[in-house]
């Protein structure tokens, strides 16, 4: 089994890959993802531990480590942020080096990047992020492993992320820059991606050839998408933010519904990194209909997730 060799230590967000450590990291995924329907499992990381630091909610991501880690021969240790010391003060530098000295790899979700940063920074170990409220990377390259398992060129098709210009879409425009891809961001000025993180995935278009377009304009720039993406309006964290209501009604022209769906290419795929707020930014008759591919998606977190440890902790 050819395991990819990653220059970084860490996978903080997704510009710590190149392209082609990438699409290694999917054709390993792929890899693992057959072999596990034939019944064949791998001993990659046998007698290695993941420690897994939960300052936020979550289902898949939990359930896709702790899973992918055990059926791969090591062992998970689920450390919510009330319950170990982080969350009586101690600091996130004695953490790391702390932990350094028990387990082989740190997987953390937490709110501020600078967080992850200072825990990769004090640890002698991996650390992959599990989402901040800047970057969620093991989502955004589950999401594009979705696309690439389908046999569709990632450098010919559209890809459309409508919403909230929030913390996936941040890693979802830094991967398709990355890797070439056409994606266009369709959402109000007032939720748009910070400037800095659309900035710096143009220069990376330029390098790879991608073309991002950010806009508000649904009638010129949904046309032709073959995979429209979204994700939820209100984000962990946000919802006691007083601006809640008004942020809502600035995003109601981009909820996905049918008539939505129509003004796409035809035969587009629906996305969705889950949880959904059934009715919000996507109705039910979108999310439940053949063109969604969200529980994929969500499956798709163990095997690409399987293939990143294998990776950082060769
Ligand atoms: N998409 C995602 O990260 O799901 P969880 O919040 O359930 O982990």
């Given amino acids: 089994m050819k395991i990819p060799r990653l220059t970084t230590k860490d996978l903080l967000s997704i510009t710590d890959l190149s392209r082609d450590e ?19 499992n791998h001993d990659l ?16 991501t939990r359930v896709s480590f702790e899973t992918g880690v055990t059926q791969l021969g090591g062992h998970a240790l689920f450390l919510s942020g009330n319950d170990i010391q982080i969350g009586r003060g101690e600091t996130i530098q004695d953490t790391a080096k702390v932990l350094s000295r028990y387990v082989d790899c740190i997987m953390i ?34 999401d594009f492993f979705t696309v690439y398992e389908r046999g569709d060129d990632l450098g010919s098709i559209k890809f459309t992320y409508i919403g909230d210009g929030n913390n996936v879409a941040n890693s979802l425009i830094q991967c398709a820059a990355i890797l070439g891809m056409r994606m266009t961001v369709l959402g109000p000025s007032e939720f748009k991606p910070p400037s800095d993180i659309v900035n710096e995935a143009m220069r990376l278009a330029g390098e790879s050839g991608a073309e991002i377009v950010i806009s508000s304009d649904i009638d010129k720039d949904l046309a032709g998408t073959d995979y429209l993406y979204t994700d939820v309006w209100i984000s962990m964290g946000q919802e006691n933010d007083p601006t809640v209501q ?17 003004k796409c290419g035809n035969g587009c795929q629906v996305m969705h990194c889950l949880p959904a ?33 294998c990776a950082l902790m060769r």
């Fill in 246 to 262: 008004q942020k809502k009604a600035l995003l109601s022209p981009y909820k996905i519904t049918m008539p939505l769906l129509q």
């Fill in 109 to 142: 979700r937490t709110f501020a990047q600078q967080t992850v940063v200072d825990l990769a920074e004090n640890s002698r170990i991996p650390v992959i992020n599990g989402l901040t409220d800047l970057f969620h990377p093991c989502q955004a390259l589950a």
């Fill in 277 to 309: 707020h059934r009715g919000e930014e996507i109705d039910d008759s979108v999310l439940d209909s053949e063109r969604s591919i969200v529980y994929e998606q969500a499956e798709n977190r163990m095997h690409i997730q399987k293939a990143i440890m």
């Fill in 45 to 60: 990381l046998k007698k290695k531990s993941l420690a897994m630091i939960f300052e936020k909610s979550s289902t898949r």
């Fill in 22 to 40: 990438i699409l290694q990291l999917f054709r390993l995924a792929a890899r693992l993802k057959a072999d596990l329907k034939m019944g064949r």
